[in-house]
């Protein structure tokens, strides 16, 4: 038997040579002693031949199969799996990097709980900003345990197809013939997963993070639109190949398919750009195939995603016409002429959207919380009826909110104030004057916020994404309805667990009845990954600017800028700066994500409305507005440059 703990195999190709000498250094530097790096040259860079004999010559631990062209990935893969002697085997790209005891720890995890399996938790990496962002995707039941059944854990294959953020027992890779899909037009790495995941009789996973895992390599496959859809879908084609010849039960198909259906959108939506029409016809004929095979039970879907899977099984043209009318990304002109000939179209502007037909408007739509109106319909909600217009005629019919009384309402508002009195002591408890006499920055997600140079020695609260936004580390996170974006809210939970405090909003029961086409409960499940503290937010109808926090619900007054606003009083500071405040109709400073290009511009009535108060109740705190768009001359104007 050999004396090698741990193989770690390392394919080098194209990737630039800074990123590729941070993966060998992270290599050279592992305190496991026993351990070989076999290093795949796959039609790597000269300057990246050049680094690898280097290396080979600095410690003996490093190996060396090389090819005179490109193997693809899963072939060459499947070459440096054959050699492989160690106990355990693990992979790494060449533009991540690791921990220097990431394969000491995980050995030490597989030998003493004897499993086939060592699942690390990974950092998102940005080079340029040297900024690390953990992310788990594992619910807390499945942490620091042996695991037996490892098919129950379904976020194994889920989201990032991590292969290389774990351990194998290389016993198990032989006996169970596991390789990678030979194919060069595939992703083969989510092929192991699978195979590892069927054949796999138990497994550990830890909640420490070991890998770093590169998000800004624009060369990285991931990044290539198209292929990457094209890819993708050759290795869901491969692995239910795979999972028929398996004969595997239901519980498994349940998860397939819905990881299947989760990664099609996701590349249609964001990667796919030219072969739109030919990539949902062949994804109709997958889930067809599942469909015609009672596979489908929708076990996991969402309501989204289970709309989505049958549009696009049996109606996939339909669907393509759709998202692109729908597609605020693509060129109104080029939507136009190429798909809809001139029939239809709409027009976004900061109001609302507008809808033509034969070039005649015909629906003007405004924003979420007005009606809409037109010549020849119009719809009008109370609290108890829906009155509609047709050609000038009123048909008034009950809603389902007809049997909110003013009983009921004040019930709802004598719960919220409830509520907040028994969770917010909790919450907020020793807050009160913490940060007197300092600096607050408010962090909001307007486009300006790209422009903001971090104050030093200051407090950042930031509200929604902005934690996305590397060049800042948050001290408090403010989140009040569900991030719905890919990962979003996963990521928000996942933020800085050590540095960062999260404050996770409850929506009251009688706004959410209201509203619930709109926004959407953050989940239990959520509060609990992210170790958020909760509060309660009041009652639409009483618009409280609560000074008490550790009693009274705070009120939003519509943008969770406002709540995060409160609490930054209730602590007493000698100055808020207001940072990414925009109130445009601009968005986000994100705003390539679309599921957030949001109208902001509405937030400055509310603005106007609280600054008279501000200047009541708080005389003594500054309020500054770094690079203000919306907030220009409301407050105090700073803009970073001058004096």
Request: hydrophobic share 35%; proline share 3%; aromatic share 16%.
């Amino acid at each position: 038997m050999s004396d090698i703990k741990v193989s770690v195999l390392t394919p080098v190709y194209n990737h630039s040579i800074e990123y590729v000498e941070q993966c060998f250094e992270s290599l050279r530097m592992q305190t496991l002693q026993d351990i070989e790096f076999i290093l795949i040259d796959n039609g790597a860079t000269l300057e990246s031949k050049i680094l690898i004999n280097e290396y080979l010559k600095k410690d003996s631990r490093f190996k060396l199969i090389s090819f005179t062209e490109n193997q693809g990935y899963g072939k060459a893969m499947n070459t440096g799996l054959k050699i492989a002697q160690g106990e355990y085997v693990g992979f790494i790209e060449s533009d991540d990097w690791a921990e220097p005891d990431m394969y000491e720890k995980l050995y030490e995890l597989a030998v003493d709980n004897d499993v086939d399996v060592v699942v690390s938790q990974l950092f998102y990496y940005y080079g340029q900003t040297n900024e690390n962002n953990y992310f788990n995707k594992f619910p807390k039941e499945f942490l620091n345990k042996k695991i037996d059944n490892v098919t129950e854990v379904r976020q194994y294959i889920e989201g990032v197809a991590a292969h290389w953020a774990k351990l194998y027992r290389n016993d198990m890779i032989k006996n169970t013939h596991i390789e990678y899909n030979p194919s060069k037009t595939a992703c083969p790495d989510v092929g192991f997963l699978y195979k590892t995941f069927v054949n796999a009789k138990n497994m550990y996973i830890t909640p420490i993070a070991y890998i770093h895992y590169r998000r800004d390599n624009v060369n990285s496959t991931i990044n290539s639109g198209d292929l990457i859809t094209e890819m993708n879908y050759q290795e869901h084609s491969y692995i239910t190949e795979y999972l028929e010849e398996k004969k595997v039960n239901q519980d498994i198909w349940d998860i397939k398919i819905h990881q299947e259906c989760q990664s099609y959108l996701y590349k249609y939506f964001n990667c796919c750009y030219k072969n739109k029409l030919s990539f949902i016809k062949k994804a109709s004929k997958s889930f067809l195939n599942h469909i015609q095979k009672n596979r489908v039970t929708y076990k996991y879907f969402t309501k989204r995603e289970k709309k989505y899977f049958k549009k696009i099984a049996y109606h996939p043209v339909k669907f393509y016409l759709w998202s692109l009318i729908k597609d605020e990304k693509v060129d109104l002109g080029y939507k136009l002429f190429t798909y809809c000939f001139g029939l239809y179209k709409k027009k976004y502007t900061p109001k609302g959207k507008k809808y033509y037909i034969l070039g005649v408007q015909f629906f003007n739509k405004k924003n979420k919380n007005q009606p809409k109106k037109s010549i020849l319909f119009s719809k009008e909600r109370t609290l108890t009826h829906n009155i509609y217009k047709i050609l000038g005629l009123k048909f008034k019919f009950k809603n389902n909110q007809a049997w909110m009384n003013e009983q009921r309402r004040f019930y709802y508002i004598q719960k919220s104030n409830i509520q907040a009195a028994a969770i917010h002591p909790k919450t907020f408890g020793g807050y009160r004057n913490k940060y007197y006499g300092q600096s607050i920055v408010l962090v909001g997600c307007g486009p300006s916020l790209k422009k903001y140079k971090p104050i030093k020695d200051a407090i950042h609260i930031g509200v929604n994404r902005a934690f996305m936004y590397n060049n800042i580390k948050l001290d408090y996170l403010f989140i009040q309805d569900y991030l719905k974006g890919e990962n979003d809210m996963d990521l928000a939970n996942a933020y800085n667990p050590e540095s960062c405090i999260k404050f996770y909003g409850i929506i009251p029961e009688f706004r959410n009845i209201q509203m619930k086409k709109i926004i959407r409960k953050i989940s239990n499940q959520d509060i609990c990954e992210a170790n958020a503290r909760t509060y309660i937010i009041e009652d639409g109808y009483c618009r409280i600017f609560a000074q008490h926090l550790e009693f009274e619900p705070i009120g939003d007054f519509g943008g969770c800028i406002f709540s995060a606003l409160q609490f930054a009083l209730y602590t007493n500071p000698q100055k808020i700066y207001l940072v990414g405040c925009d109130c445009s109709s601009d968005g986000h400073f994100h705003k390539e994500n679309s599921d957030v290009s949001v109208d902001l511009s509405p937030q400055k009535k509310m603005w106007l409305k609280i600054v008279g108060y501000l200047n009541t109740y708080y005389p003594h705190t500054q309020f500054i507005s770094v690079n203000p768009v919306g907030l220009k001359g409301l407050f105090k104007d700073y803009y970073q440059g001058d004096n």
